[in-house]
């Protein structure tokens, strides 16, 4: 599994695409910020993370569409996908191996983003309540991480078309914005993400009733991880799609 994850990393130390997701990436983080430095405010999790969270809760999404997206899409734009999967390895772990890599792109520029902030409100505001700000940040990175990722894959094997994967990211971000409010938001993984994370930051924006929110947010995020698994396996060793 080692070889499979280092030949991935070395297929995308070559891909422009990496410093183009890098920018989407930071600019929530940018943009604060730049706000902060021009109009001042109190820089609160209250108040500056919680601008930050928003923000970058729309722009997730796209990050995690365009990485597994490009991951996956190279063998197609190359003309390699057929001798990438016969190449004499078990094509779950090839899958597996790519699938990893990616997330784990999107976990390091994920990082930059939380580095940044630990520096800020270590400058600006040290007493602000760091643990509680990382907690809620990669609650949101890794619950929209797991239930984004293995849709992306699905849909770039399906499709081998970059352009619908990033579209379906745009409207999981509408979608998002649309309902994250709502009591039944945890019905979408991305919003229960949002909600369920924001709610450690501004008490008020947690769900009324968490219980019911925790039950069925988690059990559909569960369905979103185990039905894509299962397509992904089932796309990526079906000889007739090889063919």
Known sequence: MRTLIAN???KIRRERFVWAVLVLNVVPFAMVV??????GGDP?????????????????????CATVAACFHTEFRNGTYFEWLTCGRSKPA???AKLTVACCLVVVLAAVNHVGLVLFFLAENPDAGLLRMSAAYWLLVGVSIASVA???ALLTLLTRNVVIVN?????LTVATLVFMAADFSYLIPTCFAYRLSVGMIVPDAAYPDL?????????????FLLLPLLANLLVITRRRYLR
């Open 8 to 10: 991935e990393l070395r």
């Open 150 to 152: 293995l849709l992306c």
């Open 94 to 96: 090839l899958w597996a």
């Open 44 to 64: 609160t999790l209250e108040g500056l993370y919680f601008t930050f969270h928003n923000q970058y809760t729309m722009v997730l999404p796209l990050v995690v």
């Open 167 to 171: 579209v379906f990211g745009i409207g």
């Open 211 to 223: 219980g019911l929110a925790l039950a069925v947010g988690w059990s559909v995020t569960a369905l």
């Open 34 to 39: 730049v706000n902060h430095v021009v109009n």
